[in-house]
């Protein structure tokens, strides 16, 4: 089977053995749930329930607002016990709903109705998949229906499954492909039902031979899906990286992969594709990984979106030291936190929490070895785009394409001189969207895209 890759990128330490071989546990929240109102690209939702609401799990809690928007479902029965700003795992206070939970788990009518997705018009099957409110769960976040939307549905030829993981200590996916393969698989299957020209592809990196092997098993005879392996590294599983491994298509930042005839879906997000089309399951459920060196007993946890990551650590037997990084997400893109007191959503897998803070080091002058630009996925400069960066020099940062920065990280990890590459490059491209009043850039394009049709 051929090993699929890119140019550059790098291979990185994995830490992956920490929680791998561990199965998911169920995890039931005692305190408060928070449900922030942004937890997509896009507008925020709006909420449908005022305080002192009775709901129960599986309710829309908050409606898509906008043409790129999403459902919140609240994932446990309770009361609403306020909405008010509360601060979330991107590090901003955003609007929320906060329920206070009742321990009963009582679910919706219909909560768990199989339904025949061969029946079923491709129209009801985006409704599905929007009335339960699902986002790509790979952590870009963008409405899945709307990504199920193209212009033209007969120019899409792959549908991509993304079971690369290649962020360093996450298994949350990896223990979701083990355990539940027929999932991911069927998820895959109700989307090429809308693409009738498309190709199915499921793609992993090289480094999960167990989960390719399942995968195939369980396509054996379909014709219209293929399992590849990927070579294994990082960012292997970045968009863009992923297309041009599977297609040898490239893709830049003014275009979605719809315009290279392409749809890709995270594992997870197919296997919550399946679950909303098939058995009338809305997204309220996170698989998380609780990691790191720090952590007493490091685990994979199914917990409903919203609960407190506070709750998390502590039922992984709480930190063996007191941490000096903690992270929510991977360590190369997640986001450094100084307080646990925020809740899983929609687009967080994992947290990891660190003995020691190997990002406190003391940055020296660039020494030109070029390192970064060898590594970098996207052939960019990233020591010149730094230095325009920091000097506010806008219009050369553009004209250098620093807009097609992905963020991956991979310049900052291996620079010997300790530069912040990569926040510094991210920071320029927020600054120049903001003067031009974009909220985030694929919101930006897709607002183009649906202008054109």
Do not use: W
Request: proline fraction near 5%; charged fraction near 25%.
């Amino acid at each position: 089977m051929a090993r699929m890759s890119f140019k550059g990128g790098i291979r990185l330490e994995e830490g992956k053995e920490l929680t791998k071989d561990l199965p998911v546990t169920d995890l039931l929240p005692k305190g408060d749930l928070v449900f922030p109102l942004s937890q997509h690209i896009g507008a925020p939702a709006k909420a449908v329930v005022s305080k002192g609401d009775k709901v129960l799990a599986g309710q829309v809690i908050a409606e898509a607002d906008g043409m790129v928007s999403a459902n919140i479902i609240s994932s446990i029965s309770g009361t609403v016990k306020a909405i008010e700003r509360r601060l979330t795992p991107a590090g901003k206070m955003e609007e929320s709903i906060v329920i206070a939970n009742d321990n009963m788990n009582t679910v919706i009518d219909n909560y768990g109705q199989k339904r025949d997705y061969m029946k079923m018009s491709k129209d009801k099957i985006r409704e599905a998949v929007k009335e339960a409110g699902i986002v790509g769960l790979g952590g870009a976040g963008f409405p899945t229906h709307v990504k199920l939307s193209p212009k033209n549905d007969s120019k899409i030829d792959y549908v991509i499954v993304n079971g690369a993981e290649c962020e360093p200590y996450i298994t949350s996916d990896y223990r979701l492909m083990m355990e539940e393969p027929e999932s991911v698989v069927e998820g895959l299957k109700i989307v090429l039902r809308l693409f009738e020209n498309a190709k199915g592809v499921i793609a992993v990196e090289d480094n999960k031979p167990d989960v390719i092997e399942k995968f195939k098993e369980l396509t054996a005879g379909e014709p219209r899906i293929e399992v590849l392996s990927l070579k294994t590294k990082y960012p292997q599983g970045g968009e863009r990286q992923l297309i041009y491994a599977v297609t040898g298509r490239k893709l830049n930042s003014k275009k979605l992969p719809a315009d290279v005839g392409c749809i890709v879906n995270n594992a997870a997000t197919a296997a919550a594709i399946y679950k909303a089309v098939a058995r009338s399951m809305p997204l309220t459920h996170r698989i998380v990984t609780v990691t790191g060196d720090a952590v007493a007993e490091p685990r994979n946890f199914r917990v409903p979106i919203g609960t407190s990551f506070s709750e998390l650590a502590e039922a992984a037997g709480g930190f063996k030291v007191q941490p000096k990084k903690l992270i929510i997400g991977g360590p190369m893109m997640g986001n450094a936190m100084f307080t646990l007191d925020i809740p899983v959503t929609k687009m967080t897998n994992a947290l990891i929490a660190f003995v020691k803070d190997d990002a406190a080091v003391q940055e020296t002058a660039c020494i030109s070895c070029g390192r970064c630009y060898f590594k970098c996925p996207l052939n960019l400069m990233p020591m010149k785009l730094q230095v325009l960066g920091l000097n506010n020099e806008d219009d050369k940062f553009v004209e250098m394409d620093g807009m097609e920065c992905c963020g991956c990280g991979c310049c900052s990890y291996i620079c010997p001189a300790n530069r912040s590459l990569t926040q510094t490059i991210v920071q320029t491209k927020q600054r120049i969207l903001a003067k031009k009043n974009v909220p985030h850039e694929a919101y930006e394009l897709h607002k183009e895209h649906a202008a054109n049709e």
